[in-house]
T-cell receptor
Framework: AQKVTQAQTEISVVEKEDVTLDCVYE???????LFWYKQPPSGELVFLIR??????QNEISGRYSWNFQKSTSSFNFTITASQVVDSAVYFC????????????FGSGTQLTVLP | EAGVAQSPRYKIIEKRQSVAFWCNPI?????LYWYQQILGQGPKLLIQ????????DSQLPKDRFSAERLKGVDSTLKIQPAKLEDSAVYLC?????????????FGPGTRLLVL
């Protein structure tokens, strides 16, 4: 069975602060994919990144960066110099490449960036 | 490129009534997913279609929920009769092929309130 844990239910920061959202996952599969999605108040889930289990390189995209550590089963997401528009619920998700191909989501982290 | 379209955006019904949601995936996407997202939780997969065939409906409450994708393009999800606990956002997603490695792209969702 797969499980994704986002222990931080809510985080509030002041604009321009850096913030890290934690994600810990469990799976028995050796090959799997990890995702981060953003859900703004409008409700649509916006795809941010996909990472496969064989690629442990960290990735940076503008103000966003991701730290994948297979040894600790974590895939953390950092926003640098946060902005008010970053306020949203962020979901980490796991998709194994085995027979159970469901996308398993964590419970989400509500990020509020205050001006 | 047009995204995943869903309608209606909002629906309020009384318990025991029936309701239907519609989804049109991204053009060319063979795989379509319906998710249920209860407030404060991550989305949970209800059913997955590959073209017009069902790949996974293990978490669909089949006594009251049904879904179809007759021509392998758009899809309808129905609830009959609705219960109070069905109040949630119903998200439709699509991916190019499916199979675990594909990124799923989500629509804006339909917010259902059952009174």
């Amino acid at each position: 069975a797969q499980k994704v844990t986002q222990a931080q239910t809510e985080i509030s920061v002041v604009e321009k602060e850096d913030v890290t959202l934690d994600c810990v996952y469990e799976t028995r599969d050796t090959t799997y994919y990890l995702f981060w999605y953003k859900q703004p108040p409008s409700g649509e889930l916006v795809f941010l990144i996909r990472r496969n289990s064989f690629d442990e390189q960290n990735e940076i995209s503008g103000r966003y960066s991701w730290n994948f550590q297979k040894s600790t089963s974590s895939f953390n997401f950092t926003i640098t110099a946060s902005q008010v528009v970053d306020s949203a619920v962020y979901f980490c998700a796991l998709n194994p490449s085995g027979s159970a191909r469901q996308l398993t989501f964590g419970s989400g982290t509500q990020l509020t960036v205050l001006p | 490129e047009a995204g995943v379209a869903q309608s209606p955006r909002y629906k309020i019904i009384e318990k025991r009534q029936s309701v239907a949601f519609w989804c049109n995936p991204i053009s060319g996407h063979a795989t379509l997913y319906w998710y249920q997202q209860i407030l404060g939780q991550g989305p949970k997969l209800l059913i997955q279609f590959q073209n017009n065939g069902v790949v996974d409906d293990s978490q669909l409450p089949k006594d009251r929920f049904s879904a179809e994708r007759l021509k392998g393009v758009d899809s309808t999800l129905k609830i009959q009769p609705a219960k109070l606990e069905d109040s949630a956002v119903y998200l439709c997603a699509s991916s190019l092929v499916g199979g675990g490695i594909e990124t799923q792209y989500f629509g804006p969702g339909t917010r259902l309130l059952v009174l």
